[in-house]
Every structure is written in C-alpha cells, then in structure tokens.
C-alpha cells in the first residue's frame, strides 16, 4: 500500500485501524522489527487474546502482515511485520477516495444531509 490510490473504503478501514491507540502502538513496536505474538504481547502489556483482536484488525487494513513460522522445537509461531506502507492525504485526494464508498451510509453529494436538522 502506497500512496493514496486506495478506494474510500480501504481509507475508512485504514482509519478505524488507526483510530486506537493499542494498535497505534503495536505499529510503533513492529517498526523495530517483526515479532512473534507471545513476545510482543508481554512487551506492550496486553493479554495474546487482546493482541490477537487489534492484530486481525491492523491486518484486514493491510498495515501488518502475519505468518506462521516453527522454531526449533517444532513450535508454531505466529510473527508479524508493518507493512510497506506510505498515506498521504490532501483534500482532493479524500474527495477522490470518497467518490468510491461503498460502505452503509455512505452517500454521494447533498443527499447526505437529509434527515440533519
């Protein structure tokens, strides 16, 4: 994911990934490189179920990417790493985005506003 050719919904995604600060620091700590679930559970503080939900959530929003690996005693392990990813926004590029929303509620032009008083 680069730049900002994603479509409004992988921008809403993106931003309700974002929008937590577990996860905001969970992307901190993978920037030092990635790691395996049980570790970077007890380096943030969080229990592995925990860990696990914001994971799943950063993941669907393409910002980190999971794999399972063995290590040397046969045990599965579960790693993850930041994706390369760069978001820059300016007002035309959300415009731009906004035009693909596909998600409920979400409406084009002044129709959007029915129903506020």
Known sequence: ???MSESGDDLVEIFAALANPIRV???AKLTEGRD????????L???RP???MHL????????VVGHLELSEDGKAMKYFAVTDFDLHLTPSSLAEA????????????PASTQGVT
Request: glycine share 12%.
């Open 1 to 3: 994911m680069t730049g």
């Open 25 to 27: 620091r969970i992307l």
């Open 36 to 43: 395996y679930v049980s570790h970077l559970a007890r380096e």
């Open 45 to 47: 503080g969080i229990s």
């Open 50 to 52: 925990l860990l696990h």
């Open 56 to 63: 799943q959530r950063l993941e669907a929003a393409g910002l």
């Open 98 to 109: 906004a035009q693909t929303l596909t998600t409920p509620g979400a409406r084009h032009g």
